[in-house]
């Protein structure tokens, strides 16, 4: 018997369809299925409530089922997609998981293997127990290499979902399963009923083809995935006016960005989200669709600028991490996100970039992301990247690298950039240094690395 | 190929010369070794420096292959700037150069 409430949801929906994955569909029935064939399986393994569940998967019926699965089982899931194996292992090491699931792709029987804690239960692992509530256990890069492990309470995280109506929608699940913006996706789409389009790999060409073939009504995804769409001319080769909704967070959207974006997909509406792996996913109102000012319109969200970095305080904020020390929380529990914002007048923040990324030029400020949005307006560059680099004379001097559309004259390509930038920008904030790096300027997640690439 | 001084004087001046049609600074665009780098008198400011010698090093790469760093500490703390004029920058980048190769 469902003993949580998605799970009894995902039963009543029965014949909908829910999961579209290359040739293969399947049912809410199907989920519901498989969820109670975990359910025996993980009982027949006496998986204790509260053990550390590390998922490797990327997203799947079977995935998801799991996931599901081990929440009604009260267990700590902590799903890591990644194809590093030495950071598979790490994470492992830093959840402290007791049970390794290996669900790989086209492999029809779960592996499931024990595995020796690295130390006894941690006191917030030990927290939830008690309140026989399941956990998730996600991870961010620290600075120093070691991921950090977070761990929210699954019960209150996924609470918010329970209000979500029930939606004939398609649904494209972009975002990876062991991030947050991902699985806010999915918890959405299943709580509403919604048809989730899995598409085979995350490459322009195929998310569009798998938008036409499933008349996909929602897309999530970040700005660097929309601006490699337009770059790749997807749009054109594949109809995606079925697209109402895209939504986009995880980083700046540079204004002239969503200007091309609205002019090549004009019957979409352009909604920006905000959350972060600590908070959660917050409820936001963009201003207009073509604009990226947002405000945060959340019932369980408190929010505050204190010099000009977003602070947020939410119900389903994480309760701590595993293996670092809460240096980014206030003792009353404001998170301090990292993320720049300006705010207008009437409440609606704009999200300029991330703390440690400003570029201090002679004591001048310089945000990342406007410089970058400036360049993204010359038709010649495809995608760059801007950042400082230390500079004897004033400290930080401005530096982008840049991919060319077409590789031409890179040096009157160089000069006509800088000369594009003195029309709009203050001189501190024109790249003093260019370069053309031949690598492309994101990470495998979709999202600008503020690491030059060398 | 070691640039003579010749070949250096040339990077330097077509910056310039380059920098002062694009900002439309005919002093500039019309420089010479005389031409102030540097101070009240010099037609650049900070961010004009900043970026001329970042063009200066991004050529001297790539038409010679020798990659350096021109405003290091060093440079900056000297009694006499070496970005006092185009000529003292000249050969400021002369001696970088025999430095860099040894």
């Not at chain 1, 048809?195 to 995804?221: D, G, N």
């Not at chain 1, 760059?384 to 559309?405: D, H, R, Y």
Request: charged share 25%; hydrophobic share 40%; net charge neutral.
């Amino acid at each position: 018997m469902a003993n949580h409430w998605l799970v009894e949801r995902i039963f009543e929906f029965g014949d909908r369809a829910c999961f579209v994955q290359g040739q293969q569909a399947s049912t809410y029935a199907d989920l519901a299925g498989e969820i109670a064939r975990f359910r025996s399986f993980f009982q027949k393994q006496k998986i204790a409530p509260g053990a550390i569940v590390a998922l490797e998967a990327d997203y799947s019926l079977k995935a998801v089922a799991a996931l599901l699965a081990l929440f009604e089982h009260k267990a700590i899931a902590a799903p890591i997609t990644t194809t590093s194996k030495a950071e598979t292992e790490s994470r492992i090491r830093e959840a402290n998981a007791c049970w390794r699931l290996t669900l790989s792709e086209g492999d029809s029987s779960p592996k499931l293997q024990s595995i020796e804690p690295q130390s006894p239960p941690h006191q917030l692992v030990t927290q939830l127990t008690e309140l026989n509530h399941p956990g998730l256990i996600l991870f961010s890069s620290g600075s120093t290499g070691t991921p950090k492990a977070m761990i929210h309470d699954a019960h209150r995280l996924l609470e918010p979902f329970s209000k979500k109506r029930t939606r004939r929608l398609s649904i494209l699940i972009f975002l990876l399963f062991d991030h947050i913006g991902g699985l806010n996706t999915l918890f959405n789409g299943l709580a509403s009923g919604a048809k989730i389009v899995i598409p085979a790999s995350r490459e322009a060409h195929t998310v569009a083809q798998a938008i036409e073939a499933h008349k996909v009504k929602l897309l999530p995804a970040s700005p660097t995935f929309l601006n490699l769409l337009l770059i790749s001319g997807a749009h054109e080769k594949h109809d995606l006016s079925s697209l109402r909704f895209i939504t986009y967070g995880t980083e700046p959207m540079p204004q002239s960005l969503l200007k091309r974006l609205k002019a090549a997909l004009p019957d979409a509406n352009f909604i920006q989200t905000f959350g972060t792996s600590e908070t959660g996913i917050s409820q936001t109102v963009s201003r207009a669709s073509s604009s990226t000012q947002i405000k945060i319109d959340d019932p369980d969200t408190e929010f505050k600028i204190v010099d000009g970095e977003l602070w947020l305080r939410s119900r389903s904020q994480i309760l701590g991490y595993l293996n670092h020390e809460m240096s980014r929380f206030t003792p009353d529990g404001w998170f301090k996100t990292g993320d720049t914002v300006v705010e207008s007048g009437d409440g609606f923040l704009t999200l300029t970039g991330r703390r440690e990324d400003l570029i201090n030029v002679g004591g001048e400020k310089v945000t990342p992301s406007e410089v970058e949005s400036v360049l993204l307006e010359i038709p010649e560059v495809a995608d760059c990247l801007v950042f400082g680099e230390s500079n004897a004379i004033t400290g930080q001097n401005v530096a982008a690298q840049i991919i060319p559309k077409n590789t031409t004259d890179l040096r009157a390509l160089k000069r006509r950039i800088k000369n594009h930038c003195r029309e709009s920008l203050a001189p501190y904030k024109i790249p003093a240094r260019i370069t053309f790096p031949e690598k492309a300027l994101f990470s495998s997640r979709f999202k600008k690395s503020r690491t030059p690439i060398a | 190929m070691q640039p003579d001084r010749n070949a250096i004087a040339t990077i330097v001046l077509n910056t310039l010369h380059e920098m002062g049609e694009d900002l439309d600074r005919p002093e500039l665009a019309s420089a010479d070794e005389s031409t102030r780098l540097f101070g009240a008198r010099s037609p650049l400011d900070s961010m004009n420096l900043v970026n001329f010698i970042a063009d200066v090093e991004e050529r001297l790469s790539d038409d010679f292959r020798i990659d350096i760093t021109l405003a290091n500490q060093s440079a900056m703390s000297r009694t006499h700037s070496p970005f006092r004029r185009a000529s003292s920058c000249i050969d400021y980048i002369m001696e970088c150069i025999t430095e860099h190769k040894t």
